[in-house]
């Protein structure tokens, strides 16, 4: 039977930190950037955590 692959998608967009959650970046930071306000575009910079609905997923897809 072959190894599982990492999904290579999740590999690039999450990162695990050193408790186990799951990093991500924002959206809506890419283009059209024009339209939306300092703040708004200020607060899309930082990271974010995945939903702890979602972790179990994307753990799976980074480490199968």
Same mark, same amino acid.
């Given at each position: 039977?072959? &190894?599982?692959? !990492?999904?290579?998608?999740?590999?690039? /967009?999450?990162?695990?930190?050193? !408790?186990? *959650?799951?990093?991500? /970046?924002?959206?809506?930071?890419?283009?059209?950037?024009? !339209?939306? !306000?300092?703040?708004?575009?200020?607060?899309? *910079? &930082?990271?974010?955590?995945?939903?702890?609905?979602?972790?179990?997923?994307?753990?799976?897809?980074?480490?199968?």
């Amino acid at each position: 039977m072959p &190894k599982m692959k !990492t999904n290579a998608g999740a590999k690039k /967009r999450f990162h695990l930190t050193a !408790t186990g *959650r799951v990093k991500r /970046r924002k959206a809506f930071r890419s283009h059209i950037l024009s !339209t939306k !306000t300092r703040k708004r575009k200020r607060q899309l *910079r &930082k990271g974010g955590l995945v939903s702890v609905a979602d972790e179990k997923h994307i753990r799976m897809m980074l480490h199968p």
